[in-house]
């Protein structure tokens, strides 16, 4: 199973980004995936995830700017970030259970200026 977590980057606030995070290994289209992210000193936290039904859920503190969606033609889960905040300032990880494992991608960085 690997997962492989693009499209981070630089951005100023109120600047959008939108990651990646492609898939193998697994039958995608059953899995839950999830994004976290985790800011210097602060604990790994939830972002979104999406279910293999489409349902989603998010964080309070990205609602209404953070879309999850998921592609499973390409075994590929998305996060389109918009009006970003430097509160958003974190390395963010994809991730999913398989077999009651959990697998991680590797992280991106996203850095919101001020």
């Known amino acids: 199973v690997q997962l492989q977590a693009s499209g981070g980057g630089l951005v100023q606030a109120g600047g959008s980004l939108r990651l990646s995070c492609a898939t193998s290994?697994?039958?995608?289209?059953?899995?839950?995936m999830r994004w976290y992210r985790q800011a210097p000193g602060k604990e790994r936290e939830l972002v979104a995830h999406i279910t293999s039904g489409y349902s989603t859920n998010y964080a309070d503190s990205v609602k209404g700017r953070f879309t999850i969606s998921r592609d499973n033609a390409k075994n590929t889960v998305y996060l389109q970030m918009n009006s970003l905040k430097p509160e958003d300032t974190a390395v963010y990880y994809c991730n999913l259970y398989n077999s009651d494992v959990a697998y991680w991608g590797q992280g991106t960085q996203v850095t919101v200026s001020s």
């Open positions: 290994g697994i039958i995608f289209s059953t899995k839950i």
